[in-house]
């Protein structure tokens, strides 16, 4: 199974400090906040990263490269002001191939393991998505989705937040234009169909948006080096 990070969008909210460097390049606790994030895809045993990459996306591929901890680098380059979500995968396919694959937001901190679903749910249940939601953080509080006996939907459940993580059957894509798409409308439709399934992950996850996230992430880092927990 490959994997896709989200690397393309603009950091608006980052400004300044993404003016002049990339978000996923943003240093935290001395490594780029894309690293966290490839290194746990390589303990997942993932072999082939795929990364979207526009805003000063050769600064992404000159410190990266084509390969990084035992994985290969693919990148798709999209045009300034990026294709969004959908639009970045829609584009990206030919380097996914044709089976399910796993996509990260390249600005979001997690400790999930990221191993892939059961085979079945994405391949033999003829469910196109499998999406991993969280606890709504502060600044989201009415969250994106409800989850009810592990299938995703709009209207039954606890409200719940959409990690940024998620494994796609390429189908969900396949016929979708070319172009600037979101995610949000696509998902709403299949999971309006009762093609999503999903699980509520509770451990440490954070959207990595704010200058002030950034900064509260690298303490933490720091003290959990400070007390050998990394």
Not at 82 to 103: C, K, M, N, Y
Not at 147 to 154: A, E, H
Not at 170 to 176: E, I, N, R, V
Request: with cysteine.
């Amino acid at each position: 199974m490959r994997a896709m990070i989200l690397a393309a969008g603009r950091g608006e909210r980052m400004r300044p400090l993404t003016d002049h460097c990339p978000k996923p390049l943003l240093p935290v606790a001395g490594r780029p906040l894309i690293a966290y994030t490839l290194e746990r895809l390589a303990r997942a045993g993932y072999r082939t990263v795929v990364i979207n990459t526009a805003h000063l996306g050769e600064q992404i591929r000159e410190t990266l490269g084509r390969k990084y901890a035992g994985m290969r680098l693919l990148y798709s380059e999209e045009p300034e002001g990026a294709l969004e979500t959908a639009g970045g995968i829609r584009q990206a396919l030919p380097l996914l191939g044709d089976e399910p694959f796993l996509v990260v937001n390249g600005d979001v901190w997690c400790e999930h393991p990221l191993h892939p679903p059961a085979k079945r749910l994405l391949t033999e249940s003829g469910r196109l998505a499998h999406l991993v939601l969280v606890d709504n953080p502060a600044h989201h509080p009415q969250g994106d989705f409800r989850l009810s006996d592990g299938r995703v939907s709009l209207g039954q459940g606890t409200p719940l937040t959409f990690s940024g993580i998620g494994w796609y059957h390429p189908a969900l894509f396949a016929d979708l234009p070319e172009g600037r798409r979101p995610l949000g409308p696509l998902l709403r439709e299949v999971i309006d169909g009762g093609r999503v399934s999903g699980e509520h992950y509770q451990g440490d996850w954070r959207d990595i948006g704010t200058p002030e996230r950034l900064a509260a992430l690298e303490v933490d880092i720091d003290q959990r080096r400070d007390h050998g927990l990394m």
